[in-house]
T-cell receptor, first 117, second 115 residues
Framework: EAQVTQNPRYLITVTGKKLTVTCSQN?????MSWYRQDPGLGLRQIYY???????DKGDVPEGYKVSRKEKRNFPLILESPSPNQTSLYFC????????????????FGDGTRLSIL | SQQGEEDPQALSIQEGENATMNCSYK?????LQWYRQNSGRGLVHLIL?????REKHSGRLRVTLDTSKKSSSLLITASRAADTASYFC???????????????FGQGTRLTINP
């Protein structure tokens, strides 16, 4: 089954404790992206990747890191989480990267709800 | 800044009625997409309309795009209880820099279908 898988689905942790949210897709998609969803603010893009070893900042990249060493995986790293990073996070992928890569339907994971105390 | 803004923020109708949601955006776009999000789940792609298209259909969904007014509408006909969800428009702004990738979401319309 074609899917985007995020782990964990829920996490409660404390300020400053490094964490990683994994994202994996099995559709051989080139383009992957991370979003956070907050009430009243909608979805905002954190980082995106057009292909392996190619990543770039979205609208709200501060406090986050990403890597794209393999095509299928795009982990989101919070080196020193803070309470303002409490949010619902979504990973998404689409078929094509490069110019116009966001010109494709995106497939979303089911989300990761992070609470930073 | 938000590129797409949906209107209304919330809509409640009776089953069987049609539901119309609107999306306005600010800059020129390559395409506009509509997504559905059921409570607690990820977004599901519904339909994509390109900037050179004016109308598109998919089952009970009808999407229109007016680039002169920078607006789009999503019509769901003969609504069902299962259509209860939040609906988001997402725009792909024309990038000034080649290779820049962005899909910008609005804040969504919360649709409730009453049995």
């Amino acid at each position: 089954e074609a899917q985007v898988t995020q782990n964990p689905r829920y996490l409660i942790t404390v300020t400053g404790k490094k964490l990683t949210v994994t994202c994996s897709q099995n559709m051989n998609h080139e383009y992957m992206s991370w979003y956070r969803q907050d009430p009243g603010l909608g979805l905002r893009q954190i980082y995106y990747s057009m292909n392996v070893e190619v990543t770039d900042k979205g609208d709200v990249p501060e406090g986050y890191k990403v890597s794209r060493k393999e095509k299928r995986n795009f982990p989101l790293i919070l080196e020193s989480p803070s309470p303002n990073q409490t949010s619902l996070y979504f990973c998404a992928s689409s078929l094509r990267g490069g110019w116009g890569g966001s010109n494709q339907p995106q497939h979303f994971g089911d989300g990761t709800r992070l609470s930073i105390l | 800044s938000q590129q797409g803004e949906e209107d209304p923020q919330a809509l409640s109708i009776q089953e069987g009625e049609n539901a119309t949601m609107n999306c306005s955006y600010k800059t020129s776009i390559n395409n506009l997409q509509w997504y559905r999000q059921n409570s607690g789940r990820g977004l599901v792609h519904l339909i994509l309309i390109r900037s050179n298209e004016r109308e598109k259909h998919s089952g009970r969904l009808r999407v229109t795009l007016d680039t002169s007014k920078k607006s789009s509408s999503l019509l769901i006909t003969a609504s069902r209880a299962a259509d209860t969800a939040s609906y988001f428009c997402a725009t792909d702004p024309q990038a000034l820099i080649q290779g820049a990738q962005k899909l910008v979401f609005g804040q969504g319309t919360r649709l409730t279908i009453n049995p």
